[in-house]
């Protein structure tokens, strides 16, 4: 069984649209996360999740919003898509809370690549 | 400037190479990690560190809190080890990332 998942696996769309991402984990973990990997390969975190509470939102714009249902799912909306939107989404989860000096390895979904046209 | 720098940015290593990458922080942390990021784009978490040491099979990684600084070492690399290892560091409700080591490992 996957332990993260993510669909769709490609996703291409036209500037203005909007769409979703959807993230599952089935590891039991209190806490997910989403980062977003730019043409250059820099990974950089987007929100984090603790039982679907919200707990990192980096300056991302606000057409980006998260949802969480249960804390097996951390789901992202994008809103009026954008060409510099382009990038591959991944979804991670973790047992603990991000920085915290509990073990909290990350798992990381297979990644989602967004393309905007 | 990046809170995390890594070293080299790219590495070429005939297989068999001891390897090292480095990995330097600028803010307090609680943990730093270790990433390994495939060809096909998959990441898979090597390590968690906040302090001295861990081995897994071929990798060590290791970290000195005073100096802000972790070492991810490779022993008898292997083509299959050509990948982009990335350094993570958690800082509360911080998340900060290097831009990565590109790795590749000519048989």
């Known amino acids: ?117 | 400037k990046n809170e995390v720098e890594q070293s080299p940015q790219n590495l070429t290593a005939q297989e068999g190479e001891f390897i090292t990458i480095n990995c330097s922080y600028s803010v307090g942390i609680s943990a730093l990690h270790w990433l390994q990021q495939h060809p096909g784009g998959g990441i898979v978490s090597l390590f968690m560190l906040s302090s001295g040491k861990k081995k897994h099979g071929r990798l060590i990684a290791t970290i000195n809190i005073q100096e802000k600084h972790s070492s991810l070492h490779i022993t008898a690399s292997h083509p299959r080890d050509s990948a982009v290892y990335i350094c993570a560091v958690g800082t509360g409700n911080q998340f900060y990332f290097g831009t990565g080591t590109s790795l590749t490992v000519i048989p």
Not at chain 1, 27 to 50: A, E, P, R, V
Not at chain 1, 95 to 117: C, H, I, K, M, Y
């Open chain 1, 1 to 117: 069984d996957t332990a993260v998942s993510q669909t769709p696996k490609y996703l291409v769309t036209q500037m203005g649209n909007d769409k979703s991402i959807k993230c599952e984990q089935n590891l039991g973990h209190d806490t997910m996360y989403w980062y977003k990997q730019d043409s250059k390969k820099f990974l950089k975190i987007m929100f984090s999740y603790n039982n679907k509470e919200l707990i990192i939102n980096e300056t991302v714009p606000n057409r980006f919003s998260p949802k969480s249902p249960d804390k097996a799912h951390l789901n992202l909306h994008i809103n009026s898509l954008e060409l510099g939107d382009s990038a591959v989404y991944f979804c991670a989860s973790s047992q603990d809370r991000a920085g915290t000096r509990s073990t909290n390895e990350q798992f990381f979904g297979p990644g989602t690549r967004l393309t905007v046209l």
